[in-house]
């Protein structure tokens, strides 16, 4: 070691007794120099950020803003994301855990996915098939990023194929068979809960699943409940089940109709179920029966309203309205999209999915739910059709992301879904259970290895 006294030689020194002195010439020539490099510098970036395609513009907002190319390419932006998709899932097996078919079929296992893949929650049985045939899938516990819980209990409850008891006495079994579920305390697990309930159909949800992946429509749900489940930070909003009929391409059941041959400035179609904001909406129908169409829906008898009359109902208007029921997600926010109908949002809580990337102020309106009434009816008359024509326009351009596709098509909900997966994904897990030694050993609190841990597992 040096003395404290020593000096160290310095690398850069102001000042060299040998150097030659510093003229007034030089001095002008080090700004002249200074000056034609930020000129260069200057031209060179110019030219070059011409030269950048559109979807790679290094404007602030592009960066961040999907793009779907006239073919239907999906091109998910680069921040936050990777430059490509790169999951490996692991999806449980029904015959693997005890009690994993009774949560997908019922007690008596009598009803068929089939059956469940219908209406606005079928989303539960769509993301288990397309996670089955998907190239991310792996059959090797220890090379997956994430593990897929499958469930269709919205479904098997409204079949009364279980109990909301059951239900919970169900998952609970089948969390404490899954040692990856305890290595992590759930937090690479993904669960998909596809109504206004979110994950309280699991009424145990916040001791069990609270750090886990809930996919899901519903982003609130504290109307009814002291606590929400959705997390933005970690689950995933996902869009609704649109009808399978208008989801082709080209050849939709229903087809738009061009804005001068639209009936209505506005539509509601949905019953009141004594929610205020519904019923403010047939009041005002009522009173402007010109402007805003709000028929009675009848899902029986001779005046039954089909999907066809439904969706031909929904195509008659400009703009389409969108108040909540329930809860604050309604499936006709998304189904707006594919009868080119401009969507206005009157749920204050709503949730959308992939906020990351789509600008939703450039495809819907979001209204205040207190000031339905004229008022609404009055600004909406005000929009010119050039701009209802700009909105439908990038609507058209995204909607591809609200329907359940295979792989196959570039654009599609899995690809959104996929692409905020990849976001979850971490290099190490932990829990409050899980303890590690010097050799990279994980153990439990009884300094069992992981390889060693067995069936039932305490849960917290």
Not at 246 to 274: F, H
Not at 295 to 319: C, I, T, V, W
Request: positive net charge; glycine residues 6%; hydrophobic residues 35%.
């Amino acid at each position: 070691m040096g003395s404290p006294n020593h000096k160290h030689t310095r690398i850069f020194s102001p000042y060299h007794p040998n150097s030659p002195p510093c003229t007034r010439i030089h001095q002008i020539g080090a700004l002249l120099l200074v000056a034609t490099t930020f000129f260069l510098t200057r031209l060179f970036d110019h030219s070059f950020s011409t030269c950048y395609p559109s979807s790679l513009n290094h404007d602030h907002t592009s960066q961040n803003v999907v793009h779907v190319s006239d073919g239907g390419s999906l091109s998910w932006p680069q921040r936050g994301y990777g430059s490509y998709l790169s999951l490996k899932i692991y999806v449980y097996e029904e015959d693997e855990i005890d009690g994993l078919k009774e949560l997908l079929r019922g007690r008596e296992e009598k009803i068929s996915a089939d059956a469940c893949v219908k209406g606005q929650w079928g989303t539960q049985v769509k993301i288990h098939r397309l996670l089955l045939e998907s190239r991310f899938r792996t059959r090797n516990k220890e090379e997956a990023d994430l593990f897929f819980v499958p469930a269709y209990v919205k479904c098997v409850r409204m079949m009364g194929g279980l109990s909301d008891k059951e239900i919970n006495n169900t998952y609970v079994k089948v969390l404490s068979q899954l040692p990856y579920f305890r290595l992590s305390g759930g937090r690479d697990h993904i669960f998909v809960f596809p109504s206004g309930a979110g994950a309280h159909l699991f009424r145990s949800w916040a001791t069990y699943i609270n750090r886990s992946i809930i996919l899901t429509p519903e982003g609130d749900r504290t109307d009814k409940k002291d606590t929400s489940a959705f997390n933005t930070w970690k689950d995933i909003i996902i869009p609704g089940n649109v009808e399978d009929g208008m989801t082709k391409r080209g050849a939709a059941m229903v087809q738009p109709l061009p804005l001068s041959k639209r009936k209505y400035l506005a539509n509601y179609l949905g019953r009141a179920q004594k929610k205020v904001g519904r019923l403010k909406l047939i009041e005002l129908a009522n009173q402007y029966p010109d402007k805003l169409e709000s028929p009675e829906l009848k899902f029986s008898g001779p005046d039954k309203f089909g999907r066809m009359e439904y969706f031909q109902h929904l195509r008659n208007a400009k703009f389409c309205l969108a108040p909540r029921g329930e809860s604050s997600w309604t499936l006709r926010f998304y189904e707006s999209f594919f009868v080119e109908c401009v969507p206005v949002i009157l749920s204050d809580q709503a949730e959308f999915p992939f906020q990351n990337v789509i600008d939703y102020t450039q495809i819907s309106i979001k209204w205040p739910s207190t000031r339905i009434g004229p008022e609404l009816l009055e600004y909406l008359e005000s929009i010119p059709d050039e701009d209802v024509e700009r909105m439908i326009a990038v609507g058209r351009q995204v909607r591809c992301l609200w329907f359940y596709a295979p792989e196959f098509e570039s654009c599609s909900a899995m690809q959104g879904i996929m692409w905020e997966l990849q976001r979850k994904v971490r290099q190490f897990h932990q829990s409050a259970e899980t303890f590690w030694l010097h050799n990279q050993t994980i153990v439990n609190r009884n300094l069992v290895e992981f390889s060693s841990w067995k069936p039932p597992m305490p849960l917290p």
